[in-house]
């Protein structure tokens, strides 16, 4: 099967907004498409292709080197994405009328597996040369297909999840039974579309050190959920501030895996060797210091490290703080209830010395007033530290998904401040006509005793498509300069826009030179109404990052 049904199929998912419309489109491409192109095209879109021979600032250079460099830039900034920029810049072919999208001529499209199999095999001069040829010879579509293909930035609206369910419906199983085979699965993937079409076995899913399925919790509604819930039902636990792992050690084997099957085990050694137990256990990767946890901002440091400094480690030692378990000696304990794998946990964790290994504790209460007030107001210690609570039924099976009912998430509101918009840039994909990536900042004492902007944070969600369009048109009708792709907008005591920012948490940083990061900062509202010179000042984020630091005792109000 030619690129051209590839771009076909990227160019209809791009433009379908509904998840049902892109899983029958999924499942009709995966049909219709014969192997190996259609595994490829599954690759593709769940991000498991990598070509680290082609870079995008070669296929930048490429493009400057067939067309004005400065109408290229133009072009870029307008676009704001580089496969859609060079695909439409490209110089065309001598095509014939009205080509069929991905047609080329002088010479056959190649195959979607022909282009991966060969920039695959070839190094960075040859890899270059061939994707140069075949935009040389493709048309537009065919051109924007190949470059998301390279670059991986597909922006088609379809997650792995979303492929994954396409390729249940296409074989009429459950989806989970895909997840629970997919970690041990590569491109091609032959051995999987022969089973799903009945034509072999199903992939093996036994073999120790594998990567299961995460349980996942649906976010709590306090109005209609707890009004439902009984409190005796249900388990509640801190929700730590790290990142979600999954720790395997089976047959010799010794894994640790992100929550997405993702094999992380070189970044974090230390941890690695401490897993002398049997079993697979589910919990929280943190920052362990004699039992107590630090700082998402210290985990940080390990975070995206392949091969971490022996300082590094020393400094900030990873550990796993653990709340279920879903494999021990005996088998797997994914069907028992929630109660049941609480006791294996303890049992299995109870009396050991290690250091990178603790138990998350339960967290006693009688109702959900009771439940609310801790949330509210966590006690001293390393409660402070974490993100709100979990909610777990007792007699839950470890369920695959995000299934609604047995696990839930109650997060601490977040904190908001009101600060001013400063800069604007352009989005990606459907985004890329509009002003959507906004750089705000709070009021500060300049060193000739004004008032200034001091940038705080950066967002590009949390506003309406009708808000969006607004912010857009105020950007542009207030520009004061533009450096490259960045407007900077007019921002005074006396005019500005503010706008409400919700965040999870603040952190010292030195790489800001306002001395600090917001964690997941967000447009909450858009302050049309309040004047710039009323938004909040350097001086009170510092003094809020220094009570986060202490706890609530030391006056930080409960979110």
Not at 56 to 68: F, H
Not at 267 to 285: K, Q, R, S, T
């Amino acid at each position: 099967m030619s690129l051209s049904a590839f771009a076909a199929l990227l160019d209809r998912l791009a433009f379908t907004p509904s998840r049902r419309g892109k899983l029958a489109l999924l499942q009709a491409h995966f049909a219709a498409t014969p192997d190996p192109d259609r595994g490829y095209a599954l690759a593709a879109l769940t991000g498991a292709l990598d070509f680290p021979h082609v870079k995008a600032q070669a296929i930048r250079r490429a493009a400057e080197a067939r067309v004005d460099p400065a109408l290229f830039a133009w072009s870029y900034d307008f676009v704001g994405d580089l496969a859609e920029t060079a695909a439409l810049i490209w110089p065309a072919p001598n095509a014939a009328p009205n080509p069929a999208p991905g047609a080329v001529t002088g010479a056959a499209t190649p195959a979607l597996s022909e282009v991966v199999e060969a920039l695959a095999g070839s190094g960075r001069g040859e890899a270059q040369a061939r994707v140069e040829a075949w935009l040389d010879r493709l048309d537009a579509t065919g051109r924007w297909a190949l470059l998301k293909l390279i670059t991986g930035g597909l922006r088609v609206g379809v997650s792995a999840a979303l492929a994954r369910q396409a390729l249940a419906q296409l074989g009429g199983i459950e989806a989970t039974a895909v997840e629970e085979i997919w970690a041990g699965l590569r491109p091609p993937y032959l051995d999987l579309f022969a089973w799903l079409e009945g034509r072999g076995a199903p992939p093996r899913a036994e073999a120790p050190g594998r990567f299961r399925p995460v349980m996942l919790a649906q976010p709590l509604d306090e109005t209609r959920d707890l009004a439902s819930l009984r409190p005796e039902d249900y388990a509640a636990e801190w929700k730590w501030d790290g990142i979600r792992v999954q720790v395997v050690s089976e047959g010799g084997r010794r894994e640790i895996y992100s929550r997405t099957g993702d094999a992380i085990s070189g970044a974090f050694p230390d941890l690695l060797d401490a897993l002398a137990f049997e079993g697979v256990i589910d919990g929280e990767l943190l920052v362990l210091r004699e039992g107590r946890a630090g700082t998402f901002a210290e985990l940080q440091t390990r975070l995206n490290r392949k091969v971490p400094s022996r300082a590094l480690m020393a400094d900030r030692p990873a550990g796993l703080r653990a709340y279920d378990i879903l494999a021990d000696e005996t088998g797997d304990l994914r069907g028992l209830a929630f109660a049941e794998r609480r006791v294996r946990l303890e049992r299995l964790l109870t009396g050991r010395t290690c250091a990178r290994l603790d138990l998350s504790p339960l967290v006693p209460f009688t109702s959900w007033r009771d439940l609310a007030a801790l949330r509210g107001a966590p006690p001293e210690g390393e409660a402070a530290k974490a993100e709100g609570l979990m909610l777990k039924r007792w007699d839950a099976p470890y369920l695959a998904g995000r299934p609604r009912g047995p696990w839930f998430k109650w997060k601490r509101d977040p904190f908001l401040i009101d600060a001013v918009l400063l800069y604007a840039q352009r989005g990606h994909g459907k985004r890329s006509s509009y002003y959507s990536d906004f750089t705000f900042g709070v009021w500060t004492q300049s060193p000739g005793g004004g008032r200034v902007l001091a940038p705080v944070g950066k967002a590009y969600f949390g506003f309406t498509d009708a808000e969006l369009k607004a912010l857009d048109a105020f950007v542009r009708e207030h520009t004061e300069a533009r450096f490259g792709p960045l407007r900077q907008v007019r921002a005074t005591p006396d005019f500005g826009l503010v706008l409400e920012v919700a965040f999870e948490g603040l952190q010292r940083s030195s790489r800001h030179k306002a001395g600090l990061a917001m964690r997941f900062p967000r447009i909450h509202r858009i302050r049309w109404d309040k004047p710039a010179g009323e938004a909040d000042d350097l001086a009170s984020l510092h003094a809020l990052l220094a009570r986060i630091e202490r706890g609530p005792s030391a006056g930080v109000p409960a979110p």
